[in-house]
């Protein structure tokens, strides 16, 4: 029995030091307080092995004072470990000034009681085969008893205190530790109520001190990490799924309990997963890689896109588990979604805008290398006048109207957006496409315009796309070029690309690059056309410049002024123009023609790309030649963009002694508006406007109208476009002083102009 209590003892002892040169180099005070329990219990335990050993009294007095002192140093130690460990530093006062004075005073007791044993006794007692000496209980003893186990309750009581108070999460830093105070105090009371004289009580002391020291450093720590990190997992805006290496999923956080409605047992089975497994499958991968994709979740409540991703847990080179991160993107998306709409919609009609059309178009064209295609561009016809005339709130109700229509009609793989303006644009497959159909589309919706008096006709130009490696800007180009072609028709809604469409663009851009050559080389002539009296007296001519092509013969200017223009090089036109007209009216006056004049046209642009001013004035003074004799033709389109500035030179230019000549009156609707802003000498009519109307009196009156207003602004008028006899005959009744026209004569080179008025 003694052989086996000392050797659990033994064992017990030898884990001792191993405790104490741990804590030993910790510097936490809790390791230190550890320390100040660990000590006196090695101590006590020692002394009580001795004491089965001892034979003679006076050394069993000896150790039962070590034996029972450092017990009592132990309970000292234990209460001061509670205090550091709940943190309740009151309590410290009680220990310094209370425990630890009465705990000297009973280790001093202890030792004079060695020699005169006044304060307890011990004596023989027979215990099965051998002698122990024990102590009698004495009012001393049972005081002491009282103080020592007093510390325990008093530990006991700080710790539940904690507890307590603790939210149930934390409280598991306490339970363990009442648990092994509980049971100390319950074994070493079992100890005094039995008479042996081996104390197993101790070594339940040493594994509760052991444990207690490793479940307070590693697991409290560890289930404390654990519910934090629970914690934590369930705030996140993500889901994580955690598998064993069973592959058992053992934890799910918050968000997958909420959002999938089901825990970790159903997890893995919910349709959220079927799609990543399937993917993953598909995609063929190792067991140990990582793989992610994107799913769609649909539940009743609420559609979400997840990010799935796995990841493998690895401890060392073996695998221990792996995890889901669910992430939410839907939100993401939903922006993508409106940074898409928003880059790729037009704002007004919330159609394509021109840049994704052309992406769609070009995207179809790469994978639809079979089905023919029309590209078709509509087009308000007098769109501009809709809005001059309703406002422009007005005109983009139609505009939004026309793209509903749009919508309604249009086939499903019919790509359609809006260019800008009031053009739309379609991909519609040749063989869906019905000129009826898309005629009536958009009239058919036009019921909410009733009080609208206006009506619209809708044009149509389109491209059968024929090569699909051109751009499909190019493609565009080609249905514009097919729409203008019918600019002015009234009659014809639908104009397609063709052939003829085609040399006529291969014709512009050959004319394009030819015409800086033309200007240098001389190619363009000045052709006269002259201006006379009504019994045809000559008084001058207007130069107008015709173009001799080498291959092409004489070019009218309607055919490549666009293109002048275009190509930026009308100014230099111009002045070439003016520099012959000014050449010319030297030579007339040489041969002493003083009288006549030369008109010469200004385009908006001399404006701007030229001093005008000095550039006139230059030239008579190059040529030595009266200002009076070189008129100058502005239209009213001319002065628009800088008219302050531009009116200033035009009056300039008339205090200098030239002849102003307001030219096309009556092309705009403003006309007669711009006559009290602009000051010219001479008001030029052109009488295919008026020829246009089809009530002959009416336009007759108008004539008429405009003629006396002209005279009472002082101005000559001029009649250009006249064709007949019985139009002279009106305008000259009406007061028109002179006439250009082919009735006298059309544009003339210059050598047949002398030829046939100077003869
Ligand atoms: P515009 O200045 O109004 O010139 C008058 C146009 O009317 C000329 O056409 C002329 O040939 C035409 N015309 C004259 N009499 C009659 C007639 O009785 N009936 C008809 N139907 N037409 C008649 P053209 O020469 O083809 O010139 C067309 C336009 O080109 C001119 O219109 C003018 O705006 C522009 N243009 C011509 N030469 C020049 C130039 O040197 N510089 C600039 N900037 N523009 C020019
Ligand atoms: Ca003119
Ligand atoms: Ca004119």
């Known amino acids: 029995m003694k052989t086996i209590f000392v050797i659990l003892m033994g064992i ?20 230190k307080r550890m320390l100040a329990v660990l000590v006196p219990a090695s101590f006590s335990l020692i002394a009580h092995c001795i004491l089965l050993f001892v034979t003679k009294e006076f050394p069993a007095y000896l150790v039962y004072a070590f034996y029972f002192a450092f017990a009592n140093w132990m309970s000292v130690g234990v209460l001061a470990f509670c205090v550091c460990y709940t943190n309740s530093d009151i309590h410290n006062k009680v220990i310094k000034f209370f425990v630890v004075p009465v705990s000297i005073i009973d280790t001093l007791l202890l030792f004079a009681n060695v020699f005169n044993h006044f304060l307890f006794t011990i004596h023989k007692i027979q215990y099965g085969s051998g002698e122990f ?22 530990s006991f009581i700080i710790i539940l205190k904690r507890f307590l108070k603790e939210p149930p999460t934390l409280r598991v830093k306490y339970y363990s530790f009442l648990i092994y105070l509980a049971l100390i105090t319950f074994i070493n009371i079992l100890y005094l109520g039995l008479d042996s004289p081996y104390n197993y009580s101790i070594i339940v002391y040493a594994f509760c001190f052991i444990s207690s020291y490793n479940v ?54 919910n349709e959220v997963f079927a799609d990543y497994f399937s993917r993953r499958k598909e995609a063929i991968l190792e067991p140990m890689d990582s793989f992610s994709c994107e799913v769609e979740y649909q539940s009743e409540r609420k559609r979400l896109t997840l990010n799935i991703c796995d990841y493998i847990i690895k401890d060392g080179e073996s695998i221990v588990g792996r995890y889901y991160l669910i992430e939410d993107i839907t939100a993401l998306k939903n922006q993508a979604y409106e940074e898409k709409l928003l880059r790729t919609r037009d704002p007004l009609t919330e159609l394509y805008n021109k840049e994704y059309f052309f992406e769609k178009v070009a995207h179809r064209l790469k994978y639809d290398r079979f089905t023919k295609y029309y590209l078709i561009i509509s087009d308000i016809v007098n769109f501009k006048l809709v809005n001059d005339l309703h406002g422009k709130p007005f005109g983009d109700t139609i505009l939004r109207r026309s793209a ?93 690309y063709d052939d003829h469409l085609r040399q006529e663009v291969l014709k512009l851009q050959m004319l394009m690059n030819e015409l800086p050559v033309a200007l240098k080389t001389n190619q363009l002539k000045m052709y006269l056309q002259p201006q006379v009296t009504k019994n045809g007296t000559l008084v001058g001519a207007e130069a107008l410049v015709r173009w001799h092509h080498p291959i092409r013969g004489i070019i009218p200017p309607g055919e490549f002024i666009e293109i002048i223009e275009k190509i930026n090089i009308i100014s230099d036109v111009d002045r070439y123009i003016w520099e012959c007209a000014c050449a010319k009216l030297a030579e007339w006056k040489r041969a002493g023609k003083t009288n006549l004049t030369i008109s010469v046209n200004i385009s908006a642009r001399d404006f701007f790309t030229m001093n005008l001013l000095e550039t006139l004035v230059n030239l008579i003074k190059k040529y030595e030649i ?134």
């Not at 009536?440 to 009506?455: E, R, V």
């Open 133 to 154: 000496f024990r102590y009698s209980f004495s009012l001393f003893l049972v005081g002491r008893l009282v103080f020592t186990y007093g510390l325990f309750v008093y």
């Open 404 to 496: 509903d229509a749009i919508r309604k009609y249009a086939a499903r793989d019919v790509i359609y957006g809006r260019l800008y303006n009031d053009h739309f644009i379609m991909l519609v497959p040749k063989r869906r496409f019905d000129e009826e159909v898309y005629a009536n589309a958009f009239k058919n919706d036009m019921s909410y315009l009733q009080n609208f008096s206006y009506n619209l006709i809708i044009h149509m130009g389109l491209y059968e796309i024929d090569d699909l490696t051109m751009p499909v800007p190019v493609m565009c180009d080609r249905a514009f070029l097919a729409l203008r072609s019918i600019k002015n028709d009234y009659k014809t809604a639908f104009a397609y």
């Open 626 to 759: 009266s200002p009076k004799s070189l008129n100058l033709e502005i239209t009213e389109t001319a002065v628009i963009y800088d008219v302050e500035n531009q009116l200033n030179v035009l009056d300039k230019l008339r205090e200098l002694g030239f002849i102003v000549e307001m030219d096309d009156f009556g092309s705009g609707y403003s006309s007669l508006n711009m006559l009290k802003d602009i000051a010219v000498d001479v008001l030029k009519i052109d009488m295919a406007f008026l020829q246009k109307s089809k009530d002959d009196a009416k336009s007759h009156k108008i004539l008429e109208k405009i003629i006396i207003l002209a005279k009472e602004l002082g101005m000559k008028v001029l009649t250009e476009g006249v064709e007949s006899d019985k139009q002279i005959d009106f305008l000259s009744a009406a007061g028109c002083d002179l006439f250009q026209g082919y009735y006298f004569s059309r544009p003339v080179p210059v050598n047949e102009f002398e030829e046939k008025y100077f003869r």
């Open 216 to 269: 307070l450093n590693r697991a409290v720590p560890n289930i404390l990490i654990q519910h934090v990190l629970g914690r934590i997992a369930d705030e996140l805006k993500n889901g994580i799924v955690l598998l064993d290496n069973d592959g058992l999923c053992i934890y799910v956080n918050a968000f997958v309990k909420q959002n999938f409605e089901c825990g970790k047992d159903e997890i893995l089975h």
């Open 12 to 31: 017990t002892l030898a884990f001792f030091p191993v405790g104490v040169k741990k804590l030993f180099f910790k510097k936490d005070s809790l390791s």
